[in-house]
């Protein structure tokens, strides 16, 4: 079946701008993550959905940060007034429920490079 | 609060010859393991995973990893390696209510000819 996939793979913004970074989670499955790999700190956790419940928001870095997850479904990572220190690598995965011995299955991610 | 260690940044290794990733981790509570490979250009993907049960849990792709609680390890072994097996890997931690993946920096494994 179809796995996560994330648009678009690649990005290129000027510093200031505003980007948006979607996620389409494998069908049925309820949890949804968006974590974030550069070079210097690695893979990190930003932000965690699980059905209709609150997120967990506390990775994002900053309140340029935002996410929403419409329908259980679809997610969009929205970066505001972005800094060149935002560029990496943002990859989201799926998970058939929310819990922590679940399977997290990864996108390809989105390359954001700002300049 | 969970951390995770990757001994080695980078490990070269000639083709057919074994190879051992090292993971060490830090929890206070029940802990679930995993290992990630990352090709390049691409996403993580699962090798395996300790959730409960027997210690030493094998994967995909010839792999192979060790749970030990006194040592507070999680090595990654494959006992004769190909060139396709080069890629990132990384060593990761959930559990309890801690549900995200805390991960390590990551090991470079480059297989050469």
């Known amino acids: 079946g179809a796995g996560v996939s994330q648009s678009p793979s690649n990005k290129v913004t000027e510093k200031g701008k505003d980007v948006e970074l979607r996620c389409d989670p494998i069908s049925g499955h309820t949890a949804l993550y968006w974590y974030r790999q550069s070079l210097g700190q690695g893979l990190e956790f930003l932000i965690y959905?699980?059905?209709?419940?609150?997120?967990?928001k506390s990775g994002l870095p900053s309140d340029r940060f935002s996410a929403e997850r419409t329908g259980g479904s679809v997610s969009t990572l929205t970066i505001q007034r972005t800094q060149q220190e935002d560029s990496a690598v943002y990859l989201c995965?799926?998970?058939?429920?929310?819990?922590?011995?679940?399977?997290?299955?990864f996108g390809p991610g989105t390359r954001l490079t700002v300049t | 609060a969970q951390s995770v260690t990757q001994l080695d940044s980078q490990v070269p290794v000639f083709e057919e010859a074994p190879v051992e990733l090292r993971c060490n981790y830090s929890s206070s509570v029940s802990v679930y393991l995993f290992w990630y490979v990352q090709y390049p250009n691409q996403g993580l993907q699962l090798l395996l995973k300790?959730?409960?049960?027997?210690?030493l849990v094998k994967g995909i792709n010839g792999f192979e990893a060790e749970f030990n609680k006194s040592q507070t390890s999680f090595h990654l072994r494959k006992p004769s390696v190909h060139i396709s097996d080069t890629a990132e890997y990384f060593c990761a931690v959930s559990g309890g209510s801690n549900y995200k993946l805390t991960f390590g920096k990551g090991t470079l494994l480059t297989v050469n000819p």
């Open positions: 300790y959730l409960s049960g027997s210690t």
């Open positions: 995965a799926s998970s058939r429920r929310g819990g922590s011995s679940y399977e997290q299955y």
């Open positions: 959905f699980q059905g209709n419940s609150a997120p967990d």
